[in-house]
Each structure stands twice: as C-alpha cells, then as structure tokens.
C-alpha cells in the first residue's frame, strides 16, 4: 500500500466524449475489485451494530463489542458513498434513463422482495413480530418507506436504505448529465457543497430543528452519494489528488471511533465522511495502477459479491434468534461468542443462497435481451414450404 498522493491518470479516450460515426464502442470502465471487498467489511460493521443492539454480550465483552461495532451505522453511509462512485464510475455516456433504472431494479429488487417475503412470514408466524399495516406494507413494496417515519423500520428494517438508494436512482441521471457538463472545477464545487449540506444537516438536527430524526430521509443522505459521484467523476477526468490507501484508510479509522463523541443519529456522518470519501478513491486508484490492496484478495472480493444479500437478512436472522434468545441475554464472553459464530454462519449461508438463488439468476432473466425473430427465407411461389422443425 502507499500513504503518498495518488498520482494522475489518464481517462481512457473511449470513456470521455461520444463516439463519432464508425468509430467503436466506448470502452466499459476497468473493473475495481477493491471497493467489491470494501463493501463486505462495511456489511460487516452493520452485522456487528446489530449483535451490539440485540445484547448478546453482557459485562466486559458487551462494552468491547460497543466500543468496536457501536459506530457501525456509518456502514449504511460508506455504502451511499460508495453507491455515487460506483455507478458514475459505470455510467454509459449514451445511456438512457429507463435502461439504467431497469439494470438498477434488476440490481436490487429481487433480494429486497424475497426478504420481504421473509420479514411479512416471520410478522405473523413469530411471536413478538410488530405485524405491518397495509400501507406500510406497500411503503416497503414500493421502496418509499423512508420518507415517513411510521413507516421505516417495518417488516426488514434494513430496508430503509434501499428507500434511500431508490431516490438516488431516480435523481442518478439528472445528477450524471450535471456532472458531465461542470468539468473539474464545477466537480469540485459540487462535492464543496455537498460536504456544507452535510454539516448543516448535521448541526440542525442535532439542534433538533426537524420534528423526526433526518438520519433514515432519503433527501438528506444524497448529498453521501453525490460526493461519492464527484470523486468518480474526478478519478475519470484523472484530476484526483486524494492521499492513498494506507492513509485514507487511517482517517476512517480515525473518524469511525470519533463518532461516540457526536450527538447520536445523523450527526455521526460528519465524523466518517472524509474518510470514507477518500478511501473510495484510493481503492480504486489502487486497483488502477496495479498497487498493493487487502481488498482485492480473491475470499475478500467474493464476500464483496455476498454483501448484498448478508446485509438484507442478517437483521432478520438475529430477530429469528429472539425466539430461542430472548431479548438481550448478555452472555458471557465464550457463550455470547458462539452465538455471534451461529447467527453469522446462517446469515452468510442465507446470503450465498440469495445471491445464488435469487439474485444472480433474476437480474439475468430482467435483464435479458430480447432476440428479434430472423426473417424467413423466401420461399419459390411453386413449391410447399417444408415443415418448420423444432429447437
């Protein structure tokens, strides 16, 4: 790894203005395997918030699990973070707005409805389950349970962000044609202020100038994914000049643990934003040029690629546990361990079915082009057409 400013790069001619006629296609970004490995360790600080939350621990191991995973939330804000990147990093400059919500849907859509599922089935086969009411039902079906506070933590909670995501999905085109049109120095100006609306948000919040907490609000965590969309847009145009991976990779860190030290809730976002935005970049410049990377090993990525799926129906899992459990047992250190072992290895072995079973396949079938029918050959106005075979 290295703590030195990234240096420059050269954007690919093919993925910086349209093609001119005959010309080929542009090319498809280069793939950045990193950031596949970095979005299972943050999957992993939300599977360890919610250990913390249901209590497993008790006495010195509950403090030691508070004090590693009671910041863990701000795995939901690298992962907004990383979704800006990501998909500015792929866009396709002649692409359309219904063709990248469709891969977009295909992405995300069938895990959230198969854990759907699973949250409606445990509502009313479990004891202890807050049943939905229909509306917060079809909020959840729709991906717009966000937006009202009575309904956000319904049926999966872990869903909220997807409600977040989906908003962002809508606005990705607009804020992509926006990008392309500011050059560097609008870039720049734009993650400038999306890091002032952060802290606005921030302080007002913790002021208490909303009636509900702003931290589950779709609009108030774009301004994440915008910043996220502006340091893709910058590592493309090869105007980055973040510190690399070693020290951005520090600053998180360094911002993870600040965050007990804020007012609880969304003011945690302003203690793990630098971090977050400059370790995305750095990953990726890492990947680029070819530099040493934890996150690019082969299990790492691979667990990337399960990310998904484990933070969709890890949550559900520990609520399952509950009927065995019960709420917050406090285990000692050995036996709160084993539980933890348990209730992981059913989340991973759930997220390796989901992604197997459910996701791959879907998005394949969603995303399947249609072939146009081929033409039949001629047939000679004196002779019977032979009889059509079958496949």
Known sequence: MTTATTPALRTPPARTGAATAGS????????????????????????????????????????????????????????????????????????????????????????????????????YTLAHQARPTAKQALANVLLVHSWRQPWWQTLNPVSWSLACEAFFYAAFPLLFLLLRRLGVRGSIALGGLSVAAVLVLAWADAHHWWTHPIYSFPAARLPEFVLGAVTARLVLLGRWRGPGLEASLALAVIGYFMVPQVTPGYSATVCTLTGFTLLIPAAAVA?????????????????????????????LVLRAGTELLGKKPHFGALAGLTVTAAAFTVSLGLSWLLY???????????????????????VPACREAPAATHD
Do not use: K
Request: proline share 8%.
């Open 287 to 315: 990947d680029l040029h070819g530099l040493p990377s934890l996150w690019r090993r082969r299990r790492t990525v691979r667990l990337g690629e399960l990310s998904f799926a484990f933070y969709m129906i890890h949550l």
């Open 356 to 378: 197997e079973a459910v996701e791959r396949p879907a998005r394949r079938l969603l995303l399947r082009r249609r072939r146009p029918a081929p033409l039949p050959d001629p």
């Open 24 to 123: 080929p296609a542009p090319a498809a970004a280069p793939s950045l395997p990193s950031l596949t490995g970095l979005r299972w360790m943050a999957a992993l600080l939300v599977f360890g918030l919610h250990v913390n939350n249901f209590g497993y621990f008790g006495g010195t191991g509950g403090r030691l699990v508070t004090w590693a995973f009671g910041a863990g939330a701000t795995g939901v804000s690298f992962f907004f973070v990383l979704s800006g990147f990501v998909l500015t990093w792929s866009a396709r400059p002649r692409d359309r707005a219904l063709a990248f919500w469709r891969r977009r849907i295909a992405r995300i859509y069938p895990v959230h409805l198969a854990t759907l599922t699973i949250a409606f089935v445990m509502a």
